[in-house]
């Protein structure tokens, strides 16, 4: 492939990868804003009825109300799906553009590995970190918040020095960002979609609403409203080596990103 076309194939494909990920966190925080907006008018209502939230936009006003019963068929509920998988998906392409079929992977002043065992390498870490995520989720460790935000910071924070020590000090800070991306879309696809279907399923049977199914597709989507500013700070840390990736204390400011990240996730979703 000459440099010009994959100039222009990086270029293509970046522009549809920053697109979806607008659409997909954009979409992520306007309904964790309006559950928030939910649970406040659900406290202050005294006569029962369903809560709404009111909004001005576009020369109009739109208002929403919470439901706990299915009033139209399953075929009309709208889903929020496709951001997330497009965004993964051209992720994934531009991961192999940038660094698995180029030299970006591997610095020989790290690590001496060949291209094939840090590719599987980086395969590796997606995978495993997603299956050690989903199992903490569900065990005793992901019933207290604080537990496991610990857990998970000591992990990733494990994670990155580890990628640190093996790859391309670019793409340790990438490969991080992948695998919260990696996470974040797995929630989507294998753990609230399919929460989802069920929901709709036991409604439009008109089966008693299950509020523990709400709540495990709350919980996974709220983890990633905590890891989609992280995910963007490491994204374009490419474009500052100097204070991130390159600068001597890489480690320690990937993890101070990570908590920034989830700082500044917390003030979005109180807002």
Do not use: C
């Amino acid at each position: 492939m000459s440099s010009f076309v994959r100039e222009w194939l990086n270029l293509a494909v970046r522009w549809f990868h920053v697109f979806a990920g607008i659409l997909w966190v954009g979409q992520t925080y306007y309904f964790t804003w309006l559950d928030g907006q939910f649970h406040k008018a659900e406290k202050n209502a005294a006569d029962g009825k369903p809560a709404a939230v009111w909004m001005v936009h576009s020369g109009g006003f739109y208002t929403v109300e919470k439901q706990k019963s299915l009033a139209v068929a399953p075929a009309q509920v709208r889903w929020f799906r496709w951001e997330a998988l497009f965004t993964w998906l051209s992720g994934v392409v531009l991961l192999v553009l940038i660094y698995y079929a180029s030299s970006g992977l591997v610095d020989p002043d790290v690590a001496n590995i060949s291209q094939g065992r840090a590719i599987a390498t980086g395969v590796a870490v997606l995978v495993v970190g997603w299956v050690l995520y989903d199992f903490a989720v569900r065990s005793p460790l992901g019933k207290s918040e604080p537990v496991f935000a610990v857990f998970a910071l000591a992990i990733t924070g494990a994670i990155a020095w580890g990628l640190l020590h093996v790859f391309s000090a670019r793409a340790a800070y990438l490969h991080v960002g992948a695998l919260f991306g990696t996470i974040m879309t797995l929630n989507v696809w294998m753990r609230i979609l399919p929460t989802q279907r069920k929901m709709i399923a036991s409604a439009a049977a008109g089966a008693p609403f299950d509020a523990d199914l709400s709540g495990q597709a709350k919980l996974r989507s709220k983890h990633n409203t905590f890891m989609a500013v992280p995910v963007v700070f490491l994204m374009i840390s490419n474009h500052f080596p100097v204070a991130t990736y390159g600068n001597t204390y890489s480690w320690e400011i990937l993890v101070a990103l990570i908590l920034a990240g989830w700082g500044a996730a917390k003030l979005v979703r109180s807002a």
